[in-house]
């Protein structure tokens, strides 16, 4: 806190009451969590979208290059081009999600592979994670398995076109969008760029 | 595409036959929308979350600390540190939209402000935008106008420090995290840093 704002009261962690089912759907559930304030003794539900956790992979080549897929999402009605990724099994380790999903979707699968970073899509009203994997010396070497309605158009480009694309607002996918900018981070730190 | 690759026919564009609304909460809608594809004439319904636009902002104080906010997100149960932002009033400007969610939440208000760009939540299964606004040479200069419910502890803290922050996993929001990144990806490219 800087010394030049006044004091005022910390933010208190609310009771959570318990929670019912409001919509469920094949890909989350809404609900309605019942809070009270600690202090006030107030009431409320707040609604909250819960989820398997996601992954995100940042799946790059010998000749660094980074794999991209483009398909069309029916959130935003239109084409996007995103990093490869997908929604973690029960119990499934990032690491092992993140290849397998690589794997079905573009067909690669590669030598070594570590964890970039965990977020939350959005805390305020989104209760999962999304971890981003960084999958290197990848290869093309398997068939394609996509989900039923999954079209996807997997394309190689070279790892300094990618982040042209970062900084011109060429890939809008919030999340894959913090994958390769973490993966820039990283890789700066690590004196590669 | 890599010339490695075998061909693969292109992603589709789905037809957009409609939607109904499956739930209306406070902060979103969940809408079934009907597609059907182009070339095989299957139709579904796939999920979508309809909400406003958001803002979250970047502001920067003369002597290049950065305004933060800390406060329990009822989506993880627990407490985050973010930076300031919203959700946007039908009409208004990105940036108005930030520099109004900067004063109301944490009382500063600066001098000039830009965007630092714009991203989709999730463009599988979400419609809304979120746009990231930089405010710098800002200064506590009004009251705080929470909603209610709003707990809010505003910090400043220097520059590096909460760029540390977001290399170790301090800061987990997916999109305060973006705009954080991005902010550096721009001030890397001014020779700032």
Do not use: K
Request: proline fraction near 6%; charge should be negative.
């Amino acid at each position: 806190m800087s010394s030049s704002l006044p004091p005022v009261p910390g933010p208190s962690r609310w009771d959570n009451l318990g929670q019912h089912t409001q919509l469920h759907t094949r890909v989350f559930d809404v609900l309605g969590v019942r809070y009270r304030h600690p202090v006030r003794g107030t009431e409320r539900d707040f609604i909250v979208v819960q989820a398997p956790d996601w992954v995100n992979v940042v799946a790059l080549t010998t000749d660094q290059h980074l794999v991209l897929v483009r398909q069309f999402r029916f959130g935003i009605d239109a084409f996007s081009l995103e990093i490869p990724g997908g929604v973690m099994e029960a119990g499934e380790d990032p690491i092992a999600a993140g290849l397998r999903e690589l794997r079905e979707e573009t067909g690669f699968a590669g030598g070594s592979a570590r964890m970039l970073g965990t977020v939350h899509p959005n805390p305020a009203i989104q209760s999962n994670r999304c971890h981003f994997v960084l999958v290197e010396s990848v290869a093309r070497s398997h068939e394609l398995e996509w989900d039923a309605d999954e079209e996807i158009q997997v394309e190689t480009m070279p790892v300094e076109q990618v982040l042209t694309l970062v900084r011109n607002g060429g890939i809008t996918h919030a999340l894959a969008l913090n994958a390769l900018l973490l993966f820039n981070l990283h890789r700066q730190a690590a004196g590669r760029a």
